[in-house]
């Protein structure tokens, strides 16, 4: 079928839909619902069987949906309704919650119903229900309705009711949290309602700031103090105990709001630092457990975005297991994501974003050459999704194993036309081969994790839950690391390890490379960059996804 995505963002449940989608055999373009206008052009010039609505905010006119059949990807079980469902199903706690495939109709979330797909909850934070759950529900449910529809079965009922029923857009005031009042677990479980966006707005430390990646802590103190920081996370005490707080967004003054590490936010609004602890439960931090002749190193870190002080911690957990005795290293980020490359949000809150884009670029790259020296077996085992410089983080490993479902962005030009460091002119080519190497350097799109195997990019995928991917990965590299033959490969390792020279000088031109992109002329990462970490609102669709767009014979990859 023709499909035509109508969608706020390429967000990540519309990067997977429309690569699952592509793969099933169906045509795929995308616009981005920018005005009522631009969606019917699209329309008019898709001529799609369907329209699919993987991620909207609001209403799709009533004289496209008249004309194209439009399929709605409703996060909530059957008979819900409403622009908050995760937020509600988060903040109360519910055990089982869905995702249902709808039409569009006049009243928003009431027309038929063509799948829906339930599960059970996890205790986590909303876009982390959204970015597992909900999505691999929604690649179910929508394989099931296109099945149905182009099976002729026609829909499951004419009507979304269900023992769910319409909720409203959640407030600030209704996700408000009183301090004095509330335990461990309210306290927890509002702020992940409203993670990662719009956050939850918070000021009793006497600043506005949106708090975000709550985790249960311990500790004593007036409720709502701050008792202790840790891996740039603050501890505060609540009426039963304590919650870490990993994260804060604060509004600039120009009205665009920033996503910091919770003690950056608060030294730059001014606010008083409490002093480190060693109190468990902190979130962001790196762990090194050994099993057996394997160092596990996890390094789970909020968006897989990676500031020169998480990369830092990094480096320091690689180097450490690397002068162990450890046989093998098995890397596995974090079950969100793998790696997203650097920081931009902090470099966007630094003095100078050139000088910090440089330091973060610098420290990734340690990162990377600590992974390059090891002596050891060294295996990157991705649970979850990869962009930019993340991918090319895992290619410094020996062996590259996806979770399947990842989706994958190995590529920097959608960043400003960044030229990319992370060793990529090493390690890419030994991959793909020169031409394969620059053939995807000039994509712009994501790849499944399969696709990724297909072309040599990454070396297996493994399917299961990103725990379950790691369980098994360790185990598989266990049992390696024990069985006969496992010396004889890492002396090939030796053998054929790059020597120092050859690495340095592709950092080296790497790196003058990205000097350009950040101090030169060209002012193209420094607005990309904001745009993206602002959130600033779309106001066209690039050709490489609109295809409906592009010239007959030219397609933009
Ligand atoms: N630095 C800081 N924050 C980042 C980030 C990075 N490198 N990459 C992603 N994030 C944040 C996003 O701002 C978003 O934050 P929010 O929850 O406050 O909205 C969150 O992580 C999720 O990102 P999102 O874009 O919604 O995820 P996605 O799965 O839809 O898209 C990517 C994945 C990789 C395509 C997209 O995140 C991206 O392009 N990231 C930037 C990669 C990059 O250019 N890195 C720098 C060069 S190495």
Redesign the pocket.
């Known amino acids: 079928m023709r499909l035509l995505l109508l969608a706020h ?4 449940l ?2 997977r839909l429309w690569l699952e989608l592509e793969a099933d055999g169906h045509e795929v373009t995308l616009e981005y619902d920018i005005n009522d206008a631009v969606t019917r052009a699209a329309v008019q010039m898709a001529r799609p069987d369907l329209v699919i609505a993987p991620f909207l905010k609001r209403a799709i006119p009533e004289d496209v949906w008249r004309n194209v059949p439009c399929l709605i990807v409703h996060p909530g079980p059957l008979g819900d309704k409403g622009p908050s469902a995760l937020d509600h199903a988060v903040q109360a706690g519910r055990p089982q919650w869905g995702v249902t495939v709808l039409q569009a109709v006049a009243e928003m979330d009431a027309g038929a119903v063509w799948a829906t797909v339930n599960f059970p909850m996890r205790r986590a934070a909303k ?1 982390s229900i959204y ?1 597992r759950e909900v999505t691999e529900a929604a690649v179910r449910a929508l394989r099931s309705a296109l099945n149905r529809w182009e099976g002729g079965l026609g829909r499951l009922s004419d009507a979304n009711h269900g023992v769910e029923d319409a909720k409203p857009a959640m407030t600030q005031a209704a996700r408000a949290v009183d301090w004095a009042a509330m335990d461990t677990t309210e306290v927890v479980a509002r702020i992940r309602a409203a ?3 719009p956050g939850l707005r918070d000021a009793s430390l006497g600043a506005e700031v949106w708090l ?1 990646d709550a985790w249960p802590g311990e500790g004593r103190g007036t409720p709502g103090a701050v008792l202790g920081q840790r891996n740039e996370a603050v501890l505060r005490a609540t009426r039963d105990g304590a919650v870490w707080i990993g994260a804060m ?1 604060l509004r600039l003054p120009d009205g665009k709001r920033l ?1 910091l590490p919770a003690t950056r936010a608060m030294a730059l609004r001014g606010l008083p630092l409490p002093p480190d602890t060693d109190a468990p439960g902190a979130p962001n931090g790196v762990s090194v457990t050994r099993h057996g002749d394997v160092a596990l190193i996890r390094f789970p870190f ?5 500031s020169v002080a998480r990369s830092r911690a990094l480096e320091a957990a690689i180097r450490q297991a690397s002068a162990s005795d450890a046989r093998a290293l098995l890397l596995t980020g974090g079950p969100e ?1 793998w790696s ?7 470099i966007e809150a630094a003095a100078s974003p050139p000088e910090e884009s440089l330091a973060a ?1 610098e420290a ?1 790259d340690d990162v990377c050459l600590a992974l390059l020296e090891a002596r050891q077996w060294v295996v990157a085992g991705m649970q979850g ?6 991918v090319f983080l895992a290619l410094c490993a020996d062996r590259v194993i996806a979770r399947d479902g990842v ?1 994958l ?1 190995p590529h ?1 030009k ?2 400003g036309n ?1 030229y ?3 060793y990529w002119t090493h390690t890419l080519p030994r991959r793909l081969g020169p031409e394969g190497a620059a053939r995807l350097m000039e994509t712009r799109m ?1 790849l499944l994790a399969r696709e990724a195997v297909r072309i040599g990019l990454v070396d297996g995928t493994r399917k299961g839950t990103p725990e379950g991917v790691e369980a098994a990965l360790l185990a598989e590299l266990m049992a390696e690391t024990a069985a006969p033959g496992f010396d004889a490969r890492l002396a090939e390792k030796a053998r054929t390890r790059p020597d120092a020279a050859t690495l340095a000088a592709a950092r080296a031109r790497e790196i003058a490379r990205m000097r350009l992109n950040f101090f030169g002329f060209d002012t193209s990462y420094h607005v990309a960059r904001l745009n ?2 602002a ?1 600033v609102p779309k106001s066209r669709t690039p050709l490489h996804l609109a295809r409906h767009r592009q010239a007959p014979g030219r397609r933009a990859s």
């Open positions: 963002a390429f967000n990540s519309t990067q876009s970015r993670d990662g966006q975000h967004t996503k909020l968006n897989g975005a990676m994501f997203n490359g650097i920081d931009l949000a902090t670029i990734i999704n990869a962009g930019a410089g993340g989706v962005s920097y959608n960043m960044l990319g460091s992370e994501p993206f970490i959130g």
